[in-house]
Each structure stands twice: as structure tokens, then as C-alpha cells.
């Protein structure tokens, strides 16, 4: 199985479009969260280190730029976080991940459980 969440994402997504079943569609879309999670932490990690470089006045403008204004009362780490996360829910794989979740919902699958009765 592919270790890198992009690719990862990309395929189960790809998998999840031929399927029906409610059980093989939990079954990609925990792995998917799995690699979702993966993938927003790589971005973070990338955005915060490209952001040490950085000035207050640089950050704020890639920010802006990215759609998510660094806001009056953020912290400089909650503006690198918000613009990781732009930059995340942008990418080819956080939309992949995002047709799962359709895809899965489309047949009662979700993340959390129903409880048993």
C-alpha cells in the first residue's frame, strides 16, 4: 500500500467511485482519514518552515493571497496554521479525500459509527 498521502488519497478515491458496498467504503474512507491527517500535517510542517523566513508583513500577504487573512487577534502560529490549511484543502489529494467522503455517504458510511441497538 502507497505511504504517500497524496497518492494514497488519489487512489482510494479512484477505488471508492466502483463501489456500493457500505462496509468497503468505511474501510477507505478510515484509511483516507488516515492519510488526510498525514497530508494536512506534512503541509503544516512545509508552511511553517517556509513561514520562519518570513516577515509579519510577508505572512500576512501570503496569507491574504491563500484567501485567509491574517485577522486582527491571531497569533502568527494560528495565521501559519490557517494558511497550511488553505493550502491543504487546495491540493489534489485533500479534494480526493473530499469525493470519498461524498462517495461513502452516498451508501450510510461515515467515520463515526452508528451505535449498535
Do not use: I
Not at 10 to 34: I, K, M, N, Y
Amino acid at each position: 500500500m502507497d505511504t504517500n498521502p497524496t497518492a494514497l488519497l488519489l487512489g482510494l478515491a479512484s477505488r471508492a467511485q466502483d463501489l456500493s458496498d457500505r462496509e468497503a467504503l468505511q474501510s477507505l474512507l478510515a484509511t483516507g482519514h488516515r492519510a488526510w491527517c498525514e497530508g494536512v500535517a506534512d503541509v503544516r510542517s512545509g508552511v511553517g518552515r517556509e513561514a520562519t523566513a518570513l516577515s509579519d508583513q510577508e505572512l500576512a500577504k501570503r496569507c491574504a493571497v491563500a484567501g485567509v487573512p491574517w485577522e486582527t487577534g491571531m497569533t502568527r502560529g494560528e495565521a501559519v496554521s490557517a494558511l497550511a490549511f488553505a493550502t491543504w484543502e487546495a491540493a489534489p489529494a485533500a479534494m480526493a479525500y473530499t469525493e470519498l467522503e461524498e462517495r461513502a455517504a452516498l451508501f450510510g458510511a461515515c467515520l463515526l459509527p452508528e451505535e449498535l441497538r
